[in-house]
Every structure is written in C-alpha cells, then in structure tokens.
C-alpha cells in the first residue's frame, strides 16, 4: 500500500485463540482468526484473479513457517519473549 495511512492490528494468541478455513459450492472462502473478543475474516471478491491466488498461496506459505517457527521454540522450552521456560532469559537474540 504505497502513499496511503495503513491499520495495523496486533492479535494476542493464547490456548483460546482459533483459526478456521470455510469453503462453500457458490461462493469464495473465508479464513477466521479468532482471539479473545477478536474475530478478523480474510474474505476474497467473487470473481477471483491472479493475485487473490497469488495472496492465498503467500498466506499458507508464512503460516507454515510461523507454525514451523512456534514449534521450534516450544520444543526449545523457549517463551516468545526469549525466555526458558524457567523464567530465565536465554541471552541469545535473534534477528527478525
């Protein structure tokens, strides 16, 4: 979006949160995301074109690698804030 005011929207996710795909014979999909008092729909116009494709495959793909991503940190015992799961902060940063 070049030259324009952009919404940002920052969605806490905890063990509440949701992610649902609907797809339906007559119409586009919707993506939801839902977390606490939150819900936010991806919808897509009826007549699709090449970039409505190009965006789902983008989506599916940043979503893998933030599953990806989640997981390793998991498994690591590792918080999102960078600390072990003992509280203590593992002193290593990484780059975005």
């Known amino acids: 979006m070049a030259g324009?005011?952009?919404s940002a929207l920052s969605l806490p996710i905890d063990g509440a949160a949701s992610s649902e795909f609907r797809a339906f014979r007559g119409r586009t999909p919707l993506f939801t995301v839902s977390a606490g008092r939150v819900l936010?729909?991806?919808?897509?116009?009826?007549?699709?074109?090449?970039?409505?494709v190009e965006f789902a495959r983008g989506?599916?793909?940043?979503a893998?690698?933030?599953?990806?991503?989640?997981?390793?940190?998991?498994?690591?015992?590792?918080?999102?804030?960078?600390?072990?799961?003992?509280?203590?902060?593992s002193g290593k940063r990484r780059a975005a």
């Open 59 to 62: 989506l599916a793909e940043q």
């Open 64 to 89: 893998a690698a933030y599953a990806v991503e989640v997981e390793r940190l998991y498994r690591s015992g590792r918080s999102s804030s960078g600390r072990s799961s003992s509280g203590r902060s």
């Open 4 to 6: 324009g005011r952009m």
């Open 40 to 52: 936010v729909t991806l919808t897509l116009p009826e007549r699709l074109n090449s970039s409505d």
